[in-house]
């Protein structure tokens, strides 16, 4: 069993900087990957960057905006968002993937991020 924690989010003006962050917690050895994926109001949830060991994959969207970090000290990762857009707003999921002996994905509960003027 993994937990995942979300913190950060909030209200942010376009143009300005959010920092996410997700704590893992529980069986950690078993995770494959961990990412962040997004649900804006009325669309379905996407993908916007993931990291397996140590090779990062961001969406289109988002390339050169956003980064995906690890802390390893905290068994966290972190998603800094860079130059947000009105539409990056919506409800941020931490994700972590465990693979064997098959394949669970763990969700957090979600932050919101509101980009707006």
């Known amino acids: 069993q993994v937990q995942l924690a979300e913190s950060g989010g909030g209200l942010a003006q376009p143009g300005e900087s959010l920092r996410l962050s997700c704590a893992a917690s529980?069986?950690?050895?078993?995770?494959?990957?961990m990412g962040w994926y997004r649900q804006a109001p009325g669309k379905e949830r996407e993908l916007v960057g993931i990291?397996?060991?140590?090779?990062?994959n961001y969406a289109d969207s988002i390339q050169g905006r956003f980064s995906l970090s690890r802390d390893d000290a905290k068994a966290a990762l972190v998603l800094q968002m860079n130059s947000l857009k009105p539409e990056d707003t919506a409800v941020y999921y931490c994700?972590?993937?465990?693979?064997?002996?098959?394949?669970?994905?763990?969700w957090g509960k979600g932050t919101l991020v509101t980009v707006s003027s």
């Open positions: 994700n972590a993937v465990q693979m064997y002996p098959s394949r669970v994905d763990y």
């Open positions: 529980g069986s950690l050895d078993t995770i494959y990957s």
């Open positions: 990291m397996t060991g140590e090779t990062t």
